[in-house]
Nanobody, 120 residues
Framework: VQLVESGGDLVQPGGSLRLSCAASGRIFSINTMGWYRQAPGKQRELVAAITRGGSTNIVDSVKGRFTISRDNAKNTVYLQMTSLKPEDTAVYYC???????????????WGKGTLVTVSS
C-alpha cells in the first residue's frame, strides 16, 4: 500500500492550493483519511480528517479556510486550502487507515509529504 501526495507549491499569502493524496495497492477498504502538517521546528499536527461516510474534523486554526473531501471510488483524499497564511507553511502529510492484504487488520499508512510554502 502506498500513499502519494501532490499539489504542494509556493504560494503568496491569501492564495489557494489543492492537495491530493491517492492510495494504491491491494486495498480492501479505507476508513478515516486525514491530513497532517509539520512546520520547521514543530511537531506534526492534525489539520483535517474525514471518515469513509464523509464526516469531517477540522482543527480550529484552519476552520473556514480549509476543506477536506474524498473520492472513495478513487481512494483519494483532497485538502482545499484558501486564504493561506505564512503560518500554514509546512510539509503536509497524508494519513489513511487501510484494510489491505498486507495485514489481518487495518493499519495506518503515511505518505512522504508535500511542501507548502506561503510567502511573498
Amino acid at each position: 500500500v502506498q500513499l502519494v501526495e501532490s499539489g504542494g507549491d509556493l504560494v503568496q499569502p491569501g492564495g489557494s492550493l489543492r492537495l491530493s493524496c491517492a492510495a494504491s495497492g491491494r486495498i480492501f477498504s479505507i476508513n478515516t483519511m486525514g491530513w497532517y502538517r509539520q512546520a520547521p521546528g514543530k511537531q506534526r499536527e492534525l489539520v483535517a480528517a474525514i471518515t469513509r461516510g464523509g464526516s469531517t474534523n477540522i482543527v480550529d486554526s484552519v476552520k473556514g479556510r480549509f476543506t477536506i473531501s474524498r473520492d472513495n471510488a478513487k481512494n483519494t483524499v483532497y485538502l482545499q486550502m484558501t486564504s493561506l497564511k505564512p503560518e500554514d507553511t509546512a510539509v503536509y502529510y497524508c494519513n489513511a487507515n487501510i484494510l489491505s492484504g498486507a495485514s489481518p487488520g487495518s493499519m495506518d499508512y503515511w505518505g512522504k509529504g508535500t511542501l507548502v510554502t506561503v510567502s511573498s
